[in-house]
Nanobody, 114 residues
Framework: QVQVAESGGGLAQFGGSLRLSCAAS????????MGWYRQAPGKQRELVAM???????NYADSVKGRFTIFRDGLKNTVYLQMNSLKPEDTAVYYC????????WGQGTQVTVSS
């Protein structure tokens, strides 16, 4: 049974920091990337950051320079370090495991107060 377990969401103040963690376990074949998406109320889910199995990263323009994604490949764990948080970062953050098939976490709420 595959599990995608997220943690680290919560409440932060403007300019603060949070770190999200996502651990994938179970029979997952061919993980080629892991990443984070987010969905704010009334908006579509969007890519925040992604890291491939060889360490290439991709960030949304809105988080470049503030967020950093990194992973522990041996443990199938990915982290998202979020600094200089803004109220517009408020959303439910979802971990995505790019594999065959893909998997999603249940989501973790991040709320940034002004």
């Amino acid at each position: 049974q595959v599990q995608v377990a997220e943690s680290g969401g919560g409440l932060a103040q403007f300019g603060g920091s949070l770190r999200l963690s996502c651990a994938a376990s179970g029979s997952i074949l061919g993980i080629y990337a892991m990443g984070w998406y987010r969905q704010a109320p009334g908006k579509q889910r969007e890519l925040v950051a992604m890291i491939t199995s060889i360490g290439n990263t991709n960030y949304a323009d809105s988080v470049k320079g503030r967020f950093t994604i990194f992973r522990d490949g041996l443990k199938n764990t990915v982290y998202l370090q979020m600094n200089s948080l803004k109220p517009e970062d408020t959303a439910v953050y979802y971990c995505h495991v790019g594999a065959y098939p893909n998997y999603w976490g249940q989501g973790t709420q991040v709320t940034v107060s002004s």
